[in-house]
Nanobody, 124 residues
Framework: QVQLAESGGGLVQAGGSLRLSCAAS????????MGWFRQAPGKERETVAS????????YYTDPVKGRFTISRDNAKNKVYLQMNSLKPEDTAVYYC???WGSGNYYLPGRFEYWGQGTQVTVSS
């Protein structure tokens, strides 16, 4: 069982930056791929970025490439999402999730454990 807790969301103007953090419980954090997902009102949940257990492989959805960076600190059981050059269309609830396994996964259905989410609002 893995428990996840996101933090770092908030209100920011377009062009600004936010850093999301996700703290995970448990002693096998490095055995999980981690992902960040987002869901805007009226839209399906979509993958933002993911990272494998060692941190050596990452995935980004096209709209965030070059602006967002996913990273992890296995010693602290944390995963981060640095978001730069934010746009109003980035407004959503952001979730972190964990998927057991050695690969780098990016489909939401592959992830077994989910946090409660943190709101990110980007004003124009």
């Amino acid at each position: 069982q893995v428990q996840l807790a996101e933090s770092g969301g908030g209100l920011v103007q377009a062009g600004g930056s936010l850093r999301l953090s996700c703290a995970a419980s448990g002693r096998t954090f490095s055995s999980y791929a981690m992902g960040w997902f987002r869901q805007a009102p009226g839209k399906e949940r979509e993958t933002v970025a993911s990272i494998n257990g060692s941190g050596g492989s990452t995935y980004y959805t096209d709209p965030v490439k070059g602006r967002f960076t996913i990273s992890r600190d296995n010693a602290k059981n944390k995963v981060y999402l640095q978001m730069n050059s934010l746009k109003p269309e980035d407004t959503a609830v952001y979730y972190c999730a964990a998927a057991w396994g050695s690969g780098n996964y990016y489909l939401p259905g592959r992830f077994e454990y989910w946090g409660q989410g943190t709101q990110v609002t980007v004003s124009s």
